[in-house]
């Protein structure tokens, strides 16, 4: 058995091959018969203006710098727990979420038209018929499709809606959370940073203190005119005789120079206190405070920049939860669709053409074989035998 020879056979079958062609009409009048299915959808981007977390910045703020390390743990922790979440992932989240397909399900009695009553299969039967995707840049498109075109563009439209109101509400709950946070953590920061001031001040009323740097520099320069006029009754000494008689006077003077020296600038008791009638401090003394001043200061700094940061982010977080203002920007609103996207008359008609060409090929040749009527090997021609008496 030849190609030739199947082509030949097949050649004498022809008006069997008007077989394809009378199912092609067949299947396109179903095409035309069949009620035709529209699609419409609703293109939208999310407004994200004004809706950034500040969580996400405070948290951002915390992991940069040591203001962790100073508001505690529970501020730190309240703080750097927040997750970001991107607006239109959330969007879309609700968008597809079970909620929003339910409600639109009973609203347009979409069950009578799935004759369905199970929610699962209503789901099923509705996922086929919604489409929602994003594409690259940020733009949300939903659509459905559905015999009445009417219909399909109220759904997208009460999809949209609906998850607009979610959107807003879980956003309004969000921001109040975070309010509620904020005030807490700024009532704490204020607390810091009355503590610290309290500190700062009984430290500087129990030590006598007005000015510490200041004092310092002064206590500085002193010691140093100290230190020159010593070294200048040191050489009037060395040049003086023994027996000068302003000799004694120079040791005395000097000796008072020292023990003043001595007690600015030598080491200090443990209980010492600066005294409240002079504005000179022991040096080794204040240069212990002074380290201890710069790091209260800078604390307290630190706790004041948080507390005008948080301040700030209370009044936006106030202003933003006063918002009621949809979060969606329409691009292209839903509308009612001209054309159908299904059935194609001609895929039909082509799709029919081509299975029935198959078979009526298969049949023709099939038919051939088993009648002899194409030239078949020996070999093959038993095994046509064989099939046609299993067959009886």
Request: aromatic share 10%.
């Amino acid at each position: 058995m030849s190609y030739f020879d199947v082509f030949c056979y097949c050649l004498k079958k022809k008006w069997f091959f008007a077989i394809p062609v009378i199912v092609a009409l067949i299947c396109f009048g179903i095409a035309w018969i069949v009620p035709p299915v529209f699609k419409t959808d609703v293109r939208l981007q999310i407004d994200t203006s004004g809706n950034e977390n500040s969580m996400g910045t405070i948290s951002s703020m915390f992991k940069s710098s040591s203001l962790s390390k100073l508001g505690g743990s529970s501020l730190s922790s309240v703080f750097t727990s927040q997750t970001v979440v991107k607006p239109s992932d959330l969007y879309l989240e609700i968008l597809s979420g079970r909620e929003v397909a339910l409600s639109t399900i009973h609203n347009f009695h979409l069950d009578t038209l799935y004759k369905k009553t199970a929610d699962e299969l209503l789901l099923k039967k509705f996922a086929k018929d919604v489409s929602i995707e994003e594409d690259e840049s940020g733009i949300i498109s939903c659509g459905f499709e559905a015999k009445d075109k009417v219909m399909a563009r109220d759904i997208v439209r009460y999809m949209v809606d609906m998850s607009n109101e979610r959107y807003l509400k879980l956003q309004k709950e969000r921001l109040d959370y975070s309010l509620e946070y904020l005030q807490k953590q700024e009532k704490e920061l204020q607390d810091s940073v009355r503590a610290v001031s309290e500190e700062l001040l009984k430290f500087y009323r129990d030590n006598h203190i007005i000015d510490l740097e200041s004092q310092m520099e002064i206590t500085i320069k002193t010691l140093s005119g100290y230190e020159t006029q010593i070294n200048n009754f040191k050489m009037s000494e060395r040049m003086q005789g023994k027996d000068n008689a302003d000799l004694h006077d120079m040791r005395m003077k000097r000796q008072i120079l020292e023990q003043k020296f001595k007690e600015l600038r030598g080491r200090y008791n443990e209980d010492y206190i600066p005294s409240d009638k002079t504005l000179y401090l022991n040096s080794d003394w204040a240069a212990d405070k002074y380290l201890y001043e710069q790091r209260r200061q800078t604390d307290l700094k630190r706790f004041m920049t948080l507390l005008e940061f948080v301040s700030t982010e209370i009044m936006s977080t106030e202003s933003q939860s006063l918002k009621e203002q949809p979060v969606i920007q329409i691009i292209q609103d839903a509308y009612l669709p001209d054309w159908k996207v299904r059935p194609k008359r001609a895929t039909w008609a082509v799709a029919g053409f081509g299975i029935s060409f198959v078979f009526t090929f298969m049949f023709i040749v099939l038919k051939g074989i088993f009648s002899l009527s194409i030239p078949c090997t020996e070999d093959v021609r038993g095994k046509v035998e064989r099939i046609k008496s299993a067959l009886r």
